[in-house]
């Protein structure tokens, strides 16, 4: 599998005194899922992401242009050129054990470079579903090499998902 997303992608938001660009990112994702049966399935994930968001000028304000002209700003301001354009990127990796289609087992690590924010943690989870209701909970572990960085507000956090599929609740399981 495959996938590709441009997000985000909108004015700009305004804060009190400040305003700044919606968060437009673009990712781009593989997994590789393998069944065992037809109930039982291990799924390996990667993900790639980087904001598409464009710098500030000297003195620290955002630049007036249209959020598509900032989207191709954001590769090509950068003062560190090519080197600061790959520690924008964002990498995520984990694995997924379904049992019997109804209970998963998660597993990932998200990384982030130390010089744009060094936010690092695993993420550890479960969810169940059935008859196209799904539940999912998730516990973020900080791996930051130091506090500070923006990282530590995550750690031991725990989330919580519902969800429910339309076309699953059609078919039995």
Not at 130 to 159: Q, V
Request: hydrophobic share 40%; net charge positive; no cysteine.
């Amino acid at each position: 599998m495959l996938g590709l997303a441009i997000t985000n992608i909108g004015g700009k938001l305004s804060y009190f005194y400040s305003s700044g660009f919606l968060p437009a990112n673009f990712g781009l994702g593989a997994a590789w899922r393998i069944p065992f049966n037809f109930s039982n399935s291990i799924t390996f994930a990667f993900d790639f992401n980087k904001l598409l968001v464009p710098s500030t000028d000297s003195t620290g304000k955002w630049r007036r242009i249209s959020p598509i002209a900032g989207i191709f700003d954001s590769f090509t301001t950068l003062p560190g050129g090519f080197k600061e354009q790959i520690q924008e990127i964002n990498i995520s990796a984990g694995v997924e054990y379904w049992f019997r289609n109804l209970i998963a087992l998660r597993a990932g690590y998200f990384y982030e470079d130390p010089n744009k924010g060094g936010r690092k943690y695993y993420t550890f989870g479960d969810g169940i579903r059935f008859k196209g209701l799904g539940l999912n909970i998730a516990y973020l572990l900080d791996d930051s090499a130091y506090y500070g960085t923006g990282g530590e507000g995550l750690d031991h956090t725990i989330h919580f998902t519902a969800a429910y599929h339309f076309a699953a609740s059609k078919t039995k399981i």
